[in-house]
């Protein structure tokens, strides 16, 4: 028997190989950054949306109440 064939055997015989448990860990891994990355886009895209809605009704209001605008023009 050869080097290589009793290599192969050990591999085969060998419960680390067989172990799929290790595979669920990175499915759930990959998983996780998917999900992490849609939440960053979304927090990063509503943050801006935000900041945009309050900066135009701080404007509104100022222009409205006090009748100056922001840069004191």
């Known amino acids: ?3 290589l064939a009793k290599a192969r055997a050990r591999l085969n ?3 680390l190989v067989r172990d799929e448990a290790g595979l669920s ?3 759930y891994v990959i998983i996780l950054v998917l999900v992490a990355a849609i939440a960053i886009g ?3 895209t509503f ?4 900041t945009s809605g309050l900066s ?3 404007s509104k209001f100022n222009t409205d109440v006090t009748g100056a605008s922001l840069d004191g023009k």
């Open 1 to 3: 028997m050869s080097y």
């Open 13 to 15: 015989g060998c419960q």
């Open 25 to 27: 860990t990175v499915e």
């Open 42 to 44: 979304t927090w990063q």
């Open 47 to 50: 943050g801006k949306t935000v």
């Open 56 to 58: 135009k009704a701080s």
